[in-house]
């Protein structure tokens, strides 16, 4: 057990809906990182929030957003869901920015969208 | 811009055998750090083993290890005496300077009993 969590584990949904994916980092952590791995594909970065604010951006649609809350949780929003959003949403968390350390990975959240 | 390659999309290994899993990246920063992440059939993100650039010793955790060649900036991972639970799909990352962590293609290991 990583010490991050993720909510909900699995989300079954249709096209043109929106989501709300939940990430609790490990205690202590104020960075938290959101991953997409699709079928066949590797991680690809989506966002990082360091303390609440944006510190990284990769290769994020703009019908995805998130944030991070003041208790330090993180949510990521997808909005006018496409079939291709289908894959595993992981969240990650270490202790500080960006080139501090290792990251912890969540258990994932496994989005299907027909 | 950080690379990270990982040639073998496959590889297998007869239980209780050693095996070795290939990884190299590129990357024009000296301050940086390595990482080998395993990811079962549960597709949990598990970190397996980390090298600081800075250090010259090869890390090692319990039955895996890391051969470290910082010239060839090759970073290969050494799996002794394998387990049946071991088979999984192992990611190579790198993180350096102010980019996210960059994940190599991964390689699918099968333990064969």
């Known amino acids: 057990d990583s010490g991050v969590t993720q909510t909900p584990k699995h989300l079954i949904t249709a096209t043109g809906q929106r989501v709300t994916l939940r990430c609790s980092p490990r205690?202590?952590?104020?960075?938290v990182y959101w991953y997409q791995q699709s079928l066949d594909q590797g991680l690809q970065f989506l966002i990082q929030y360091y303390n609440g604010e944006e510190r990284a951006k990769g290769n994020i649609l703009e019908r995805f957003s998130a944030q991070q809350f003041p208790d330090l949780h993180s949510e990521l929003n997808l909005s006018s869901l496409e079939l291709g959003d289908s894959a595993l949403y992981f969240c990650a968390s270490s202790v500080r920015g960006i080139g501090s350390y290792e990251q912890y990975f969540g258990p994932g959240t496994r989005l299907t969208v027909t | 811009a950080q690379t990270v390659t990982q040639s073998q999309p496959e590889m297998s290994v007869q239980e209780a055998e050693t095996v070795t899993l290939s990884c190299t990246y590129d990357?024009?920063?000296?301050?940086?750090?390595l990482f080998w992440y395993k990811q079962p059939p549960s597709r949990q993100m598990i970190l397996v083993i980390r090298?600081?650039?800075?250090?010259?010793q090869n890390a090692t955790e319990n039955r895996f290890s890391v051969n470290f060649q910082k010239a060839a900036k090759s970073f290969s991972l050494k799996i002794s005496d394998s387990q049946l639970g071991d088979a999984a799909m192992y990611f190579c990352a790198l993180l350096s300077g102010n980019t996210p962590l960059v994940f190599g293609k991964g390689t699918r290991l099968s333990v064969i009993a």
């Open positions: 205690s202590g952590d104020l960075s």
């Open positions: 090298q600081e650039a800075y250090k010259q």
């Open positions: 990357t024009s920063e000296s301050d940086y750090y």
